[in-house]
């Protein structure tokens, strides 16, 4: 069974950095994308960064550009996004996914708890 477990949400101010962590399990993580997708209070889930089974792949949300960086450590298991220049508009539910193929950006099958990043001053 595949599990996504995420960390590292929180509150900050404006212009702070957060990075969050997925730690994954129950399947050969190196072989899938993986994804971070956020949803806010009254909005739709919307993709926030992937990056591909080698990590040489990445897609960023237009939002974030500049701001976000997702990377990967196969070796660890691990997703992470690191969170630049914060805004109050990056205020949401950040959840981790896994992919099914090597790179995607639409089709996500596993998915994380969520982790709240609350950006206030």
């Known amino acids: 069974q595949v599990q996504l477990v995420e960390s590292g949400g929180g509150l900050v101010q404006p212009g702070d950095s957060l990075r969050l962590s997925c730690v994954a399990s129950?399947?050969?993580?190196?072989?899938?994308?993986m994804a971070w997708f956020r949803q806010a209070p009254g909005k739709e889930r919307e993709i926030v960064g992937a990056?591909?089974?080698?990590?040489?792949?990445?897609s960023y949300a237009d939002s974030v550009k500049g701001r976000f960086t997702i990377s990967r450590d196969n070796a660890k298991s691990t997703v992470y996004l690191q969170m630049n220049s914060l805004k109050p508009e990056d205020t949401a539910v950040y959840y981790c996914?896994?992919?099914?193929?090597?790179?995607?950006?639409?089709?996500?099958?596993?998915w994380g708890q969520g982790t709240q990043v609350t950006v206030s001053s």
């Open positions: 996914a896994g992919s099914s193929t090597a790179w995607s950006t639409v089709n996500y099958d596993y």
């Open positions: 129950g399947r050969t993580f190196s072989r899938y994308a």
């Open positions: 990056i591909s089974w080698s990590g040489d792949t990445t």
